[in-house]
């Protein structure tokens, strides 16, 4: 869902529950305003969840001692493909 579709709803259920004095037959809208802000919070709970626990190690990979020094050569991410060497090496 995201953190914009969970504001979403949150916002939508909470003008619902407060603002919105109609009657409608066999439906109230202030239950469905309620039911939504509760979708919208559950639905940020997860989505921060998610974005928490993707935290990725940052792998550093050094050239040859003597030929660059101890500068990093190339950072890449564990989940993407290492660079090549670099020629010669």
Do not use: H, K, Q
Request: hydrophobic share 50%; glycine share 14%.
């Amino acid at each position: 869902m995201g953190i914009g579709g969970s504001i979403f709803l949150l916002a939508l259920g909470a003008i619902l529950a407060f603002a919105v004095n109609a009657n409608f037959s066999g439906l109230d809208l202030n239950v469905v305003g309620w039911v939504l802000m509760a979708a919208g919070l559950v639905g940020l709970i997860i989505t921060i969840w998610f974005w928490n626990s993707r935290r990725r190690a940052v792998v550093v990979s050094r050239g040859r001692p003597g030929v660059v020094g101890d500068a990093p050569v190339a950072e890449y991410r564990r989940d993407d493909a290492p660079p090549p060497p670099p020629p010669g090496y």
